[in-house]
């Protein structure tokens, strides 16, 4: 099997020692050494040829990047980094080392968790109940049953269920922000009304999850809250790696 460049993980501080028995993408898993350049080190392995976002070598990548995470402040790469050699790692680590040396002590004890809301399932009799206008549009529906009549419920009833949860959702972006170190917003995701991150203490992860289920179990009838976490820093790190090609994503 002939390499096809130099596979980047994640960034950490020198002389980290790496977990033990990790492996990285690749079958067999490619075995894990560092380059250091610094007061920095790249976490790497020789980059498989045709890399692919294959299942295997995604979960790879994200549990050694949790295994790190869980040892200490790292830089998270996404998947599918890959430099065309050391010496070019190399050079970028020492680019921008000051900016990498300041992340790792900003992320220092933390850990991300992502916060998704959408509209609340199975919650039509609570809504009728509390939406005057679905109510109306729904007896009328009832009087006199018909393609036009059934349209306008169901917008409604789409505009009222997205409307709530959006509403819960500021809700509870006002009640986690106290509990974070830094919010990121996400990208748009269909179906969700809120899609944000969190910086979070490794030490206060417990209970920014609680608040987070109470507040769900509270509002459950006009919101769906999907928690991810703890995971490492992705969404709070703007380093990427050294000149790289992102490859099979």
């Known amino acids: ?19 033990t028995g990790a492996g990285g ?20 392995s020789e980059a498989p040829p045709k890399l692919r976002a294959r299942r295997r070598d995604l979960l790879a990548h994200q549990e050694l990047l949790l295994r790190l995470s869980a040892e200490g402040p790292v830089l998270p790469m996404r998947f599918g980094m ?61 009087r006199r049953p ?16 997205q409307s709530r949860a959006a509403e819960a959702g500021r809700r509870i972006l006002r009640e986690l922000t106290p509990l974070a170190r830094a919010v990121a917003p996400g990208p748009d ?3 969700c009304v809120l899609n944000v991150s969190f910086l979070v203490s490794r030490g206060d992860s417990d209970d ?23 995971l490492p820093c992705y969404s709070f ?4 790696a050294p000149h790289a090609r992102t490859a099979g994503v």
Do not use: C, W
Request: proline share 5%.
């Open 208 to 230: 920014f999850h609680r608040v987070a289920e109470r507040f769900a179990d509270r509002h459950r009838t006009h919101v769906e809250l999907r928690l991810a976490g703890p």
């Open 82 to 142: 890959v430099a065309p050699d050391e010496e070019t790692v190399r050079g970028r680590l020492a680019a921008d080392e000051a900016d990498h040396v300041a992340a790792l002590e900003r992320l220092s004890d933390g850990v991300e968790i992502n916060v998704k809301a959408l509209p609340a399932q199975n919650a039509l009799a609570d809504l009728v109940a509390e939406d005057k206008k679905v109510r109306r549009l729904r007896d009328e529906a009832r």
């Open 189 to 191: 995701v269909q179906g």
């Open 25 to 44: 993408v690749g079958s067999p898993a490619a075995p894990l050494r560092t380059i250091r350049q610094g007061r920095l080190a790249a976490v790497v």
């Open 237 to 240: 790190v703007s380093a990427e």
């Open 1 to 19: 099997m002939t390499a096809e460049g130099v596979y980047v993980y994640a960034i950490v501080r020198a002389g980290r020692p790496l977990p």
């Open 146 to 161: 018909g393609y036009e009549a059934s349209l306008r419920l169901g917008e409604a009833v789409t505009t009222a269920l």
